[in-house]
């Protein structure tokens, strides 16, 4: 058998190592039209920044070591240009010296990437300051544009993952930033709410940040972009441009053969990354996934996934029987001393899927207090009907890969809210508190689903808006009332509450809050307990509302 494997990042060489590890009787072929094989995207930006010391260090391995490791050949600087299915036949061009060769396969393995989306106008031309940041030879091209040039202004054109990063490296190396994002908020697979907070801490770090709008116009001279103009006319000056604006897979030689794309824009493949084609397969960033929770379609191009789906289609390639099982979307990203994480679905994916929902904002410190525990947001939906996790998102100074990461377990293996808290979970105050976030997000989730529902601030506000009539009780401190407080609250502290309930009507109704949400539910406990019909405890209590607030008068 001979396998012919075009592209050799993440993907393609996991292919190749997984196919050679089951067996040594195939002829494994690899093609790639650039330079550099099985290397890590996702620490560019670091490399850029210099916290990766050299690029050597991203590129740990060549197709030597591969041949000598896994008797795999790989053909570098070597592009496929057609292929024909029914001959089993594919052409590749050599573009150091130009020659072409054909080569033939018995399974073909589509390893081609993404390409990343240069967004008008700066698509008009080649810009000598203008970068992408996607592969080795981009990394090289901005470190030495960096170190010759000495820019002082850099515009990012995008706030997601990169984007970000970039930002970050960026202005690690004084380096002033402007980040400008289409959407109206940064990070598109988080709910506004939760993207809000980093971008206010963005702010903070003086970012200058332009949401809700594109680049219109280009200021160059010779080929150099000097500025910009956005569509709602803001000016923004600058010495170098970094467009993070996503990617779009590269499928243009699979559908020469008719492989099927799929709904998101890549090739559709089954749970063993088998295109339509006999044959014919597609792993990493040119093909699609699908979701765990719903079954269907996703598009995440990630170095986790490119890498088990490469494994999973060598290992079927060779007889195996490995299925790929879909993914969550999980990610995770640093901005400065914040960790920004995800797994899931959002409100909007939630809404889209048919869910009723129940929302938690859990704030509670990541480790002891005592022990420099910093503050730590969980945002957290499980499903009404059945009790289901269905994602979280989460920000902090740490601890936040461990809670997302336990989270995606547990959505992996379909918990519900409550098995959350009874997971046996590792404790020691420099590490935890005695109740873990993900442990107080499952009681309270399930507390809500059970007896003590939640509201979100948005909620409250539309209510709001709509009139509707409703009694809301601020159960803090005098001091902590006047200071800021919900629209309409009256003021009642927990310690009176009991006496004083005979204030209040229990028909309409009742909202409750505390700063952050635990004395709020003690509170809507005790107005249960006393008949009260409907109490509600505000999520995440007055600090969540003023950020919600923040928010929505920023977005307006």
């Not at 009681?443 to 506000?461: E, F, G, I, R």
């Not at 808006?465 to 629209?487: M, N």
């Not at 249960?528 to 977005?555: A, D, E, H, T, W």
């Amino acid at each position: 058998m001979k396998i012919v494997i075009i592209g050799s990042v993440a993907s393609g060489t996991s292919v190749a190592a997984k196919a050679r590890r089951n067996t040594e009787e195939a002829e494994i072929t690899v093609y790639d039209q650039g330079k550099d094989i099985s290397y890590s995207v996702c620490g560019i930006p670091y490399q850029i920044g210099g916290e990766v010391a050299t690029i050597e260090e991203l590129t740990p391995r060549d197709s030597v070591w591969f041949k000598k490791r896994y008797n795999v050949d790989i053909y570098t600087e070597h592009k496929v240009t057609h292929v024909n299915a029914n001959e089993k036949t594919l052409l590749v061009e050599n573009k150091v010296t130009g020659e072409s060769k054909k080569d033939t396969y018995d399974v073909l393995v589509f390893a081609t990437g993404a390409t990343p989306i240069i967004p008008v106008p700066f698509d008009q031309k080649d810009y000598q300051n203008t970068f992408v940041v996607r592969n080795i030879q981009d990394d090289r091209d901005i470190t030495t544009f960096i170190a010759s040039k000495q820019p002082k202004k850099a515009l990012i054109i995008g706030g997601g993952f990169i984007g970000l990063e970039m930002t970050e490296q960026l202005e690690n190396l004084g380096i002033e930033v402007t980040v400008v994002q289409r959407g109206k908020h940064i990070m598109p697979q988080m709910d506004p709410d939760m993207a809000f907070r980093v971008e206010s801490y963005l702010r903070e770090k003086e970012i200058r940040l332009i949401l809700d709008d594109t680049v219109h116009a280009i200021v160059e001279t010779e080929k150099t972009i000097t500025g910009v103009t956005t569509t709602k006319g803001i000016e923004i000056e600058t010495d170098m441009v970094i467009l993070a604006t996503g990617v779009r897979p590269n499928t243009a030689l699979a559908e020469q053969i008719g492989v099927n794309i799929g709904e998101t824009g890549a090739i559709a493949v089954n749970h063993q990354m088998q295109t339509n084609i006999p044959d014919v397969y597609a792993v990493g960033d040119v093909a699609e996934s699908y979701s765990l929770l719903t079954n269907t379609p996703m598009y995440r191009p990630l170095g986790t996934t490119a890498n088990k789906m490469g494994r999973i289609a060598g290992d079927v390639i060779t007889g195996g029987n490995l299925e790929h099982r879909g993914i969550l979307g999980t990610g995770i990203f640093r901005i400065f001393d914040r960790h920004v994480g995800y797994t899931g679905m959002t409100e909007k994916d939630a809404a889209k899927a048919g869910y009723e929902i129940e929302v938690l904002f859990n704030i509670k410190p990541d480790h002891a207090e005592y022990m420099g525990g910093k503050e730590l947001t969980i945002k957290a939906l499980a499903d009404k009907k059945t009790g289901r996790i269905l994602g979280a998102q989460a920000i902090g100074q740490g601890g936040v890969d461990k809670r997302i990461d336990v989270i995606a377990t547990a959505i992996t293996f379909k918990a519900k809210a409550e098995d959350l808290f009874h997971l046996d979970l590792a404790y020691a105050p420099p590490f935890a508190t005695t109740k873990d976030p993900v442990l107080y997000t499952g009681m309270a989730l399930d507390n809500a689903l059970k007896s003590n529902p939640l509201m979100t601030p948005a909620d409250l506000v539309n209510r709001q808006r709509d009139d509707e009539a409703l009694q809301i009780i601020d159960t803090r401190s005098k001091k902590d009332f006047e200071k800021a407080h919900v629209k309409g609250a009256i003021h009642i502290p927990l310690a009176e509450l009991r006496e004083r309930s005979n204030e209040l009507d229990k028909s309409p109704t009742t909202i409750v809050y505390c700063n952050k949400g635990v004395t709020g539910n003690a509170a809507q406990n005790v107005l249960l307990n006393i008949g009260f019909k409907k109490v509600y405890n505000l999520s995440g209590g007055n600090k969540n509302y003023q950020s919600y607030i923040r928010m929505i008068g920023l977005k307006k």
